[in-house]
């Protein structure tokens, strides 16, 4: 199913990695994640349905990078629900655990941060391209070998 002409239900089955077995559509359509994602896309750009009904641009490829992992990122929170399962063929019987879930979202909303900063950069015309500053010194006023404190006790 077709999710706000950006994605479909294929796609956000294959960034979480599940088939349509453990994810079928029925239970994609209950968790109505078109929803969140028109009022994320509406907060990121009250323009964004121009964009998307645009001819194939470089501004609608990160729409569709956007809406694909936002959409597998929210869903990913519920990960646990449709992923621990537990199959039987009547004589061997495998189970499957959802354990570390938890990181797969910021790692798929992290991934849909950076596909927004780059629409966005794209549409005004801008770049961020600043590396942050992880370390810094900071000299002291004196030469802590040679002069003493002045207030030492």
Not at 4 to 11: C, I, K, S, V, Y
Request: net charge negative.
């Amino acid at each position: 199913m077709d999710v706000l002409g950006l994605t479909n239900f294929a796609q956000i089955r294959g960034v979480l990695t599940v088939s349509s077995t453990d994810l079928p559509d029925e239970v994609l359509e209950s968790y109505a994640v078109e929803d969140d994602l028109h009022v994320a896309l509406t907060e990121m750009d009250k323009d964004w349905e121009s964009v998307a009904s645009a001819g194939d641009t470089e501004l609608k490829r990160f729409l569709r990078l956007y809406a694909k992992y936002y959409c597998a990122g929210t869903l990913a929170g519920m990960a646990e629900v449709f992923v621990l399962t537990r199959d039987t063929d009547g004589e061997n019987e495998g189970q499957r655990a959802g354990t570390g879930l938890d990181k797969l979202q910021g790692k798929l909303l992290g991934k849909a941060s950076q596909f927004k900063a780059d629409y966005l950069d794209k549409k005004n015309g801008t770049t961020t391209t600043a590396v942050p500053s992880i370390i810094s010194r900071s000299p002291p006023d004196r030469d802590v070998i040679t002069e003493a404190r002045s207030n030492a006790s």
